[in-house]
């Protein structure tokens, strides 16, 4: 197999559709490239809808099809070069280059979208909960989702005031909204993430929920936190470092 530095090799940095809109399911986008692997494909396209594995967010699945042709994309391969962000499409089946019809698996998607801005809300809610800044050291968004953060943790009493508030604030129907600024303005939000920005990236996407905090965040989120639904605290362990939160949405 070739490395995923060879396969971008010769193309642009992919328009990442899900950034814009992270509510489209389908797309029609452009196949540039295809790499044969036994009964896999590796496919590189102009454009994409299927979110890599990044940033404690699970890859998408889904297919890419056209004229009765298939891949069924098992996952989706984030790459950096100096261009930018290159997303690489690998799964079981075939297509040819040109014009093909793109399609994430929804549920899976909405459910990481949920967690996802379940997660920055809850980087807020403890933040607001203990009087101290939160710092993230990573997070998990697949199956038992978490979020890890750094220092001592917070006592019981605190965690269970963080999670009444999480819930506060998703039935105030917060909206989520999106910027986009050069990279060097993201050291003055002083977000619980930026110890972990990409060192490569001109410019950052921020995310925010009502009028907290800007985080810097390539991710998918809701457009309105209502939509999380109910958001319980599971446990928390302690970790190397820090603690880390399990919780359910
Ligand atoms: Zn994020």
């Given at each position: 197999?070739?490395g995923?530095?060879?396969?971008i090799?010769?193309?642009?940095?992919?328009?990442l559709?899900?950034?814009?809109n992270?509510?489209?399911?389908?797309?029609?986008?452009?196949?540039l490239?295809?790499?044969?692997?036994?009964k896999n494909?590796?496919?590189?396209?102009?454009?994409?809808?299927?979110h890599p594995?990044?940033g404690?967010?699970?890859?998408?699945v889904?297919?890419?099809?056209?004229?009765?042709e298939?891949?069924e994309v098992k996952?989706?391969?984030g790459?950096?070069s100096e261009?930018?962000f290159?997303?690489?499409?690998?799964?079981?089946g075939?297509v040819?280059?040109?014009?093909?019809?793109?399609?994430i698996?929804w549920?899976?998607?909405?459910?990481y979208?949920k967690?996802?801005t379940?997660?920055?809300?809850?980087?807020h809610?403890?933040m607001?909960?203990?009087?101290?800044?939160?710092?993230?050291l990573?997070s998990?968004l697949?199956?038992?989702?978490?979020?890890?953060?750094?220092?001592q943790?917070p006592s019981?009493?605190d965690?269970?005031?963080a999670?009444?508030?999480?819930?506060e604030?998703?039935?105030?129907?917060?909206p989520?909204?999106?910027?986009?600024?050069?990279?060097?303005?993201?050291?003055?939000?002083?977000?619980?993430?930026?110890?972990r920005?990409?060192?490569s990236a001109k410019e950052?996407?921020?995310?925010?929920?009502?009028?907290?905090e800007?985080?810097?965040c390539?991710g998918t989120h809701?457009?309105n936190a209502?939509e999380?639904?109910?958001?319980?605290?599971?446990?928390v362990?302690p970790?190397?470092?820090g603690y880390?939160?399990y919780?359910?949405?």
């Amino acid at each position: 197999m070739a490395g995923l530095e060879d396969l971008i090799k010769g193309t642009f940095p992919t328009k990442l559709l899900y950034l814009d809109n992270s509510y489209l399911t389908a797309c029609d986008c452009e196949v540039l490239k295809t790499v044969r692997d036994g009964k896999n494909l590796y496919l590189i396209s102009d454009a994409t809808i299927f979110h890599p594995k990044a940033g404690g967010q699970p890859s998408d699945v889904g297919t890419v099809a056209f004229q009765g042709e298939k891949l069924e994309v098992k996952r989706a391969m984030g790459v950096w070069s100096e261009d930018g962000f290159h997303v690489i499409h690998f799964g079981k089946g075939n297509v040819q280059v040109g014009k093909a019809h793109f399609e994430i698996d929804w549920s899976s998607r909405y459910l990481y979208m949920k967690r996802h801005t379940a997660a920055h809300l809850l980087d807020h809610c403890l933040m607001e909960a203990t009087g101290k800044k939160s710092v993230t050291l990573g997070s998990w968004l697949g199956d038992k989702p978490y979020v890890d953060y750094a220092g001592q943790a917070p006592s019981l009493q605190d965690l269970k005031s963080a999670e009444r508030l999480e819930n506060e604030y998703i039935e105030q129907s917060l909206p989520v909204t999106f910027t986009v600024v050069p990279a060097e303005q993201a050291g003055l939000l002083g977000a619980p993430n930026e110890e972990r920005l990409p060192k490569s990236a001109k410019e950052l996407r921020l995310v925010r929920i009502g009028d907290f905090e800007w985080i810097p965040c390539g991710g998918t989120h809701l457009n309105n936190a209502i939509e999380i639904g109910k958001f319980s605290i599971d446990t928390v362990i302690p970790i190397d470092g820090g603690y880390r939160v399990y919780f359910t949405v």
